[in-house]
């Protein structure tokens, strides 16, 4: 597979995961019975971002405003809504909650989306996750973290305790009666050549105040996290794989690869 996946859901051992084909430089959506991998969908420039699934529909986010909904993960209809590029979703309380440069979506269905909630300019929510009743969504303002909960089907937002926290979030998960946030900074020239690159992690017990943990290799972005049964599961730039069994101490692994591990999901066969 040529594919950089970006997002991963499961439901009922129907595997759907969103990314960019590094040969056709198209986005896609593949997927999976476990048996079998299909190219579902052809994103046209549509850049999928994220995907989740609730109330019998997946969602997809992507750029340019665009969403994509499907009831089998086969067929799929896109539609256009408000703002720019959303780069995360996520379901619960009978909702999905989408968040993006500025501005926060909601919608029951997957197919009509109202603006919910708006951030001040220069504010990236990248990530967003559900549990037990709360939405919690991350991102970067400048260069610190930032993040947000809301306790009422995404209708109103509280800033967390983030202050003084750098580096951006690029994914975030909850397991284990903890939140492990990922990410990093890129320090660019104005040619755009990377100068530098820090990577990230964060967690958390109640969302809402974080502490920045020591990774092995702290140049190396993370892209992901999993939690299952007791595991922490991390990945990151040039195959860097990390775990953890209480989000607080973290262990390099070998993945066997040098490629960029954006993506990390664990799927119950």
Not at 2 to 13: E, I, P
Not at 25 to 33: A, L, M, Q, T
Not at 103 to 128: K, Q
Not at 234 to 263: E, F, H, I, M
């Given at each position: ?31 999976s019975n476990?048996?079998?991998?299909v ?29 994509w ?5 086969l ?20 909702h ?19 603006v ?16 037990d ?9 400048l ?20 202050s ?6 690029v ?44 990774v ?37 692994r ?16």
């Amino acid at each position: 597979m040529s594919t950089t996946l970006m997002g991963v859901s499961n439901n009922n051992n129907i595997v759907v995961a969103v990314g960019n084909n590094s040969t056709s430089n198209e986005d896609e959506i593949i997927v999976s019975n476990g048996d079998t991998v299909v190219t579902a969908l052809t994103a046209n420039g549509g850049e999928t971002r994220s995907v989740a699934y609730g109330a019998g529909t997946y969602v997809v986010c992507g750029s340019t405003g665009r969403y994509w909904t499907s009831p089998d993960g086969l067929v799929w209809t896109v539609h256009n809504t408000p703002g720019s590029t959303s780069f995360a979703v996520a379901f619960g309380e009978n909702h999905f909650v989408a968040v993006g440069v500025k501005r926060l979506l909601r919608s029951s269905d997957g197919l009509t989306w109202e603006v919910a909630h708006t951030w001040e300019e220069r504010s990236f929510m990248t990530e967003i996750t559900y549990n037990d009743g709360c939405f919690v969504a991350g991102g970067t303002y400048l260069f610190d973290l930032i993040a947000f909960a809301s306790f009422d089907d995404g209708q109103t937002w509280t800033q967390l305790g983030t202050s003084g926290i750098t580096g951006g979030i690029v994914k975030m998960a909850y397991g284990g009666g903890k939140y492990v946030a990922v990410g990093g900074t890129t320090i660019t020239d104005e040619q755009g050549v990377i100068l530098n690159t820090t990577g990230r992690l964060f967690t958390s017990t109640d969302g809402n105040n974080w502490t920045q943990k020591t990774v092995t290799d702290p140049t190396k972005i993370l892209y992901d996290a999993a939690y299952k049964d007791g595991t922490w599961v991390v990945v990151g730039a040039a195959g860097t794989l990390l775990t953890s069994s209480d989000g607080d101490t973290w262990t390099s692994r070998n993945s066997g690869t040098t490629k960029d591990l954006r993506c990390v999901k664990y799927i119950r066969r």
